[in-house]
C-alpha cells in the first residue's frame, strides 16, 4: 500500500504537467503538476498514517 503512494508522487505530477500542456499552456501546466503533487503527498501520509496504525495494533 505504501508503494502506490511512491508510485503515485511520480506519476501524478508527470502526468497532471503532460495533461496541462495538451489543454493550456505552460502555466497550467506547472500549476496541475504542483496539484498533482500535492495529492500524490496526501495520499502518501495517508498510506503510511495506515501503515503505522496497523503497525501498532498488531
Same mark, same amino acid.
Given at each position: 500500500m $505504501?508503494? /502506490?503512494g511512491c508510485? &503515485?508522487? %511520480?506519476?501524478?505530477?508527470?502526468?497532471?504537467?503532460?495533461?496541462?500542456l495538451f489543454v493550456s499552456g $505552460?502555466? /497550467?501546466a506547472?500549476? &496541475?503538476? %504542483?496539484?498533482?503533487?500535492v495529492i500524490a503527498a496526501a495520499v502518501c501520509c495517508v498510506t503510511g498514517y495506515a501503515l503505522a496504525k496497523a503497525?501498532?495494533?498488531?
Amino acid at each position: 500500500m $505504501i508503494a /502506490i503512494g511512491c508510485l &503515485l508522487l %511520480v506519476i501524478l505530477p508527470i502526468a497532471g504537467f503532460m495533461l496541462g500542456l495538451f489543454v493550456s499552456g $505552460i502555466s /497550467i501546466a506547472i500549476g &496541475l503538476a %504542483v496539484a498533482g503533487f500535492v495529492i500524490a503527498a496526501a495520499v502518501c501520509c495517508v498510506t503510511g498514517y495506515a501503515l503505522a496504525k496497523a503497525g501498532r495494533r498488531a
